[in-house]
């Protein structure tokens, strides 16, 4: 792991529970990842002020995927992990946005190059945490920098904002 | 408008760029609300702490609406009230949830009563300044405290979060 990836940044996420999603990964025919009953985890890494402790990407990863935020068959909370299921992770610069009058600024983004490392870092250990958990859940990851389009489908209040 | 609907809240949102949603009304047939290009506004009114002032809900309206947060013909940051085009005003409960342990927690929501009349009352403050400037936009609302079902296709980096 690059020294000091894990300071200076934090993950801010927004979950949303869907019945199915799509990402388009390129622009090339069939270029999409599909997921179907799950989450799509949208996700930005922010910078922090000083003295902010690093970023526990292993932390806010189980913690994501044990966050009861479904429902199981007999009504009770449950997580991903719980239900099985599949998680896309997309990448949204976007969530770092702050208005500036009417015109939101982004320099609260990391840098580029840096946000790729944690976000490959990120999914790595998405992997990692399900196959610890003993569970079939399959992580997609989006391009880093690419255009996202999405389409999801949802069912539910289901939007939940987190931030690590 | 009734006293004392403006103290005590915030207005939570998650503003989606879309190129087509449709959001479920009721669950009979043909019981949906569909937008063209335009943004989705997940909304969540939450409790604040005693001496936050009161939601001020035309300035979030206008805010919302000026926010350049799509881009124009020639590329430059533009406004829906700029570009014209739909809202799509979605209730959305889940988004004042709070992890404690691994369960989110959902007491920072305000009462569903008060939540309905500040919805309802923001409804109709987003249409009265899109009509006050002048712009062809439709505002779509959802069914408060219903169960949520949608669907969306977007396309860019598109998710913006935004507190008032």
């Given at each position: 792991?690059?020294?000091?990836?894990?300071?200076?940044?934090?993950?801010?996420?927004?979950?949303?529970?869907?019945r199915?999603?799509?990402?388009?990964?390129?622009?090339?025919k069939?270029?999409?990842?599909e997921?179907?009953?799950?989450l799509?985890?949208?996700?930005?890494?922010?910078r922090?002020?000083a003295?902010?402790?690093?970023?526990d990407?292993?932390?806010?990863?189980?913690?994501?995927?044990?966050?009861?935020?479904?429902?199981?068959?007999?009504?009770?909370?449950?997580?991903?992990?719980?239900?099985?299921?599949?998680?896309?992770?997309?990448?949204?610069?976007?969530?770092?946005?702050?208005?500036?009058?009417?015109?939101?600024?982004?320099h609260?983004?990391?840098?580029?190059?840096?946000g790729?490392?944690?976000?490959?870092?990120?999914?790595?250990?998405?992997?990692?945490?399900?196959?610890?958990?003993?569970?079939?859940i399959?992580?997609?990851?989006?391009?880093?920098?690419?255009?996202?389009?999405?389409?999801?489908?949802?069912?539910?209040?289901?939007?939940?904002?987190?931030e690590?």
């Open positions: 792991m690059e020294d000091g990836l894990h300071e200076g940044a934090s993950l801010r996420v927004v979950v949303q529970r869907i199915r999603a799509r990402l388009m990964l390129s622009e090339e069939d270029g999409w990842a997921v179907d009953r799950g799509v985890y949208l996700v930005c890494f922010v922090t002020t003295g902010t402790p690093p970023l990407l292993r932390r806010a990863a189980k913690s994501l995927l044990m966050a009861k935020i479904d429902t199981n068959a007999e009504g009770r909370p449950a997580s991903v992990l719980d239900m099985g299921g599949d998680v896309l992770v997309v990448p949204q610069a976007s969530l770092s946005g702050k208005l500036k009058g009417n015109t939101p600024q982004y609260a983004q990391v840098a580029k190059e840096k790729l490392d944690l976000y490959t870092a990120f999914i790595t250990i998405l992997n990692e945490e399900a196959v610890a958990a003993g569970k079939v399959t992580i997609k990851a989006g391009v880093y920098g690419n255009r996202q389009a999405l389409s999801t489908e949802s069912d539910g209040p289901y939007t939940h904002m987190f690590f």
